[in-house]
């Protein structure tokens, strides 16, 4: 039997807790302003939210009359609950329970968009890549990817060994180090829930330059176009904390490492 991913028993409900509701409605609101505003959208485009979480911003697009916006997780959990927020809202919100590296389709997307740090999760980088190649074999001609992360710039020197964070009663108490060899983010994250409960989690999270990802993004047929370091549209500087990257979509490279797996 393999041995499980981090990401696989990592995002659940405490994560849910910590890092989803912390966002208020008017923050996704903002948020998804600068998603319309960046990608040029239309009401008639498909739209994919990639690594959706509980389809915040997939569910905010459908309130505001996108007609095909569809949101793509591995965790059923978060799902069926973004499903239950469309029906009872009754939106046409489409949701659909697959690993990133695999995007049904081909060519048949105006716009891809990925928020809050969803790329890097492979120990092993060509299954990163095969991201990026399922992305730029998605898209249509002319169409647009949206990558929202930490800036590793700013990573590499203000992360702290140990740190809390939270609000009462809910707190997280990190033990990171950050491995400058593979530059990749290692971290055991402590849990305390209201009624005192505690879980230990792991995660790894490889971090990328903005040089690396327009490498290995122009790889897939993505060209790179502006990055911000924030939706305020800030210029990205070592002192961002985000990085927000703008690619178009041009001529895919038959030979994409991740074709088979579509």
């Known amino acids: 039997m393999s041995k499980k991913e981090w990401w696989e028993s990592f995002f659940d409900s405490e994560w849910k807790r910590f890092s989803f509701d912390a966002h208020t409605p ?3 609101a903002e948020q998804v302003e600068f998603v319309i505003k ?7 485009d498909n739209i ?3 690594c959706c979480g509980i389809g915040r911003h997939a569910l905010e ?4 009359g996108f007609v095909h916006v569809t949101g793509q997780d591995f965790t059923q959990e978060y799902l069926e609950i973004a499903s239950r927020k469309a029906k009872d809202e009754g939106l046409s919100t489409e949701f659909l329970n697959s690993d990133m590296r695999r995007i049904p389709g081909y060519a048949n997307l105006d716009a891809i968009y990925s928020w809050h740090t969803s790329f890097g999760y492979f ?7 095969k991201v990026a190649d399922a992305i730029g074999g998605a898209l249509k001609q002319g169409g647009r990817f949206l990558l929202d992360l930490n800036n590793r710039d700013w990573v590499i020197r203000n992360i ?6 939270g609000e009462t009663p809910n707190y997280i108490l990190e033990d990171n180090h950050f491995d400058l060899a593979t530059s990749t983010h290692h971290g055991e994250w402590t849990f305390i829930n209201e009624y005192g409960k505690i879980s230990v989690k792991r995660m790894q999270l490889r971090q990328y330059s903005l040089h690396e990802l327009i490498e290995i993004f122009a790889r897939y047929g993505l060209r790179f176009i502006q990055a911000w370091g924030s939706i305020e549209g800030e210029p990205l500087t070592l002192d961002s904390r985000r990085m927000i990257i703008l690619f178009s979509k041009g001529e895919v490279d038959s030979s994409a490492i991740a074709r088979g797996l579509r």
């Open 38 to 44: 960046t990608l040029d959208l239309k009401r008639e």
């Open 123 to 129: 120990e092993n980088e060509a299954e990163n890549e």
């Open 160 to 165: 702290a060994a140990k740190s809390w964070h």
């Open 26 to 28: 008017e923050h996704t």
């Open 48 to 50: 994919l939210d990639l």
């Open 61 to 64: 697009l459908s309130r505001r």
